[in-house]
């Protein structure tokens, strides 16, 4: 097989622009340099203006998980009650962390492919009044479930709780309002929207989240420590050695988002998606996820009776086309189609032409250029 | 300034050798994949090599300072007695990191340029008998000063102590025998002798310090985790998202070290190394660092009078040179230049042709070609 020369559809890492690959591979500099500091300080500039914020942002070197351990390490203490809300695996991410730092989760149940139901949100805060955070992650791309990240932070500022976001793989393809809608942390990385390699994790704070972390005496954490980060930060530095290639990729791909703009970018991205849900319909599928819920950025899909998932991946991947399968509780049952980043009318098409190609292949009674047709139309 | 026409003779990051960098650009992949794993698996196997270890070894998507951070989350009790070698601002993070998890850090002085005393070193055992771990920092880049790595080991096996050693840079440039020495959890990084862009860290462990690991009810990490990262490796994953263009360029850095030789490579950074010593003593200069325990991948310079740190970088760099100045308690009075990954006499005699040139543009009677000529018979 050749793995460089593979068409990735899979929900990260993404395919990256060329122009990032070239600023990646701009020769290693220190770091310790007023050139470097210019960078950051650019970067993270960049950086809040996608993620609609003027908190505080800082980006680790470390995977999106790393900042999503900052979140809880920093704030969360022994014995506090924090409510996760569930339905996928990295919603139960938010679990494992909280309980690492001796955080007494507070489970709200959703139902893989759904979204949550905002009376059972509410109906546990009403009967757990010493919840002090909220974790969710607002797009769940094991799932392909967008949550209503808007309603929740709702929620959350009526019942006065502190709400803590993974937004891995929203921010930079749909829209993630930080702080119109009032998420006081949010989480993403760098591998998903935003078109960076993987290997950059980053953190917006905001006031009502540092009075947290002020008032506690001792933060279980060293590398992402984030009063660290921030002490350094007023120099424009890093606290330890970036990962300059990373950073430097960074630069370049923030530069692009801007310059393509929020809403367009959306817009892209919820019309790719419309896309490859009206032409995965077509050719037969069903959705797994709520289509209200629907996510933007990546695209659940249910098996048909008797199409195996192992050989429907290994055949997509022998015409060049890497997906995804399904994960924890749903492995083998829904593959996985990303539309991030760079995914155009293009990506999706070719996703749904080859989709009919390999079922006809496996011996499937299908209509030939049905579903393409179908997004077609959606893109006209 | 052209920032990419620079010769880095910093400690840390290394210039890249073309073939890593190449490496590191090839297409990125899903990092769940057997051909992903193939990569780690390999590159695990060579670490091991190079860190003289059959010890488990797990890299980390962050700086060296990620793996010092997990060293002490995944080892420190609350409460527990850490033995900390000091002398250098590397050595400090051992404090810091000790006091961050509730260790007691009971530091043995060193002043800064010296190794540390033996006798001292066990005074402070003895007087201390409940100390369950000794820290410290295998090549103390702030100060030029190579720790007796060895003996050090010798005393923490006689007291039944857990060692644990940052050897961010030594490995891969100077002799660091984990196994046979005795090194019970040692620390390095990417950036420096390994010749990898920055933003990796890498943590090799023992059987004794598995058991304390497994002894320890909670464990405040997620992200640096030791037991996550090890039940991953066992399907030769990691945990969370790799930093795969990092993850490639390591792939491709551990063979050419390998192909190199570790006798062949600790050869050249020494030969190097004695070179640049002989060149800036007879320059007019005097070592920092203790010459008995001189670095072999950094060498420490103290100012000669009249020398301005700011003024003497600056001349350096409009040659386009970057050196290091002083950090800590020795900012303004020293300035280090480091022989680590590709360097080779080419390196060492630009340094010292460099420094001489702008000596003399700095009004400073000096020999011309004297400190150079020094370095060449050396090499010859």
Redesign the interface.
């Known amino acids: 097989?050749d793995?460089?020369?593979?068409r990735?559809m899979?929900p990260?890492?993404?395919?990256?622009h060329p122009k990032v690959?070239q600023a990646?591979?701009?020769?290693?500099?220190?770091?310790r340099?007023n050139?470097f500091r210019e960078i950051l300080k650019e970067s993270i500039e960049m950086l809040k203006e996608i993620c609609r914020t003027q908190n505080d942002m800082f980006i680790?070197?470390?995977?999106?998980?790393?900042a999503?351990?900052s979140a809880?390490?920093n704030l969360v203490s022994k014995g506090d009650e924090v409510l996760n809300i569930m339905g996928g695996k990295f919603a139960e991410r938010w679990i494992?962390?909280t309980q690492?730092?001796?955080g007494k989760s507070i489970p709200v149940n959703v139902e893989w492919g759904k979204a949550v139901n905002l009376d059972e949100m509410i109906a546990v805060l009403e009967n757990n009044p010493n919840i002090k955070f909220i974790t969710f992650t607002h797009n769940e791309t094991s799932t392909g479930v967008l949550q209503p990240g808007e309603e929740i932070a709702k929620i959350a500022q009526e019942y006065d709780k502190l709400l803590i976001v993974d937004a891995i793989t929203s921010v930079g393809g749909d829209y993630c309002e930080t702080d119109k809608w009032g998420f006081d942390v949010l989480v993403t990385?760098s591998?998903k929207c935003l078109g960076i390699?993987?290997?950059?994790g980053m953190i917006a704070v905001n006031q009502r989240a540092w009075e947290v972390i002020e008032n506690r005496s001792?933060?279980?954490?060293?590398?992402?420590?984030l009063k660290k980060h921030r002490n350094s930060f007023k120099k424009y530095d890093t606290?330890?050695?970036?990962?300059?290639?990373?950073f430097y990729a960074a630069h370049k791909a923030f530069q692009m988002i801007l310059e393509e703009g929020y809403e367009n970018r959306v817009k892209r991205h919820r019309l790719c998606a419309q896309a490859m849900r009206e032409g995965m319909k077509t050719i037969g599928f069903d959705l797994f996820a709520d289509q209200q819920y629907a996510s933007n950025t990546v695209t659940a899909v249910k098996y048909l009776d008797g199409l195996d998932d192992a050989e429907f991946r290994k055949t997509m991947l022998k015409h060049k086309v890497?997906i995804?399968g399904g994960q924890g509780k749903v492995k083998g049952k829904i593959f996985r189609a990303a539309h991030m980043n760079l995914c155009t009318d293009r990506e999706v098409l070719l996703m749904l032409e080859m989709t009919e190609l390999v079922l006809k292949e496996l011996g499937f009674d299908i209509e030939l250029g049905a579903g393409v047709s179908a997004a077609e139309k959606v893109f006209l």
Chains 1, 2 share one sequence.
């Open positions: 097989m793995e460089q020369n593979i990735l899979i990260g890492p993404v395919e990256i690959y990646m591979n701009r020769l290693l500099y220190g770091h340099t050139e680790f070197s470390g995977s999106g998980t790393s999503m351990d809880i390490a494992e962390i690492t730092y001796g990385g591998q390699p993987p290997g950059l001792d933060i279980p954490s060293y590398y992402l420590n606290p330890y050695t970036p990962a300059l290639p990373l890497l995804a």
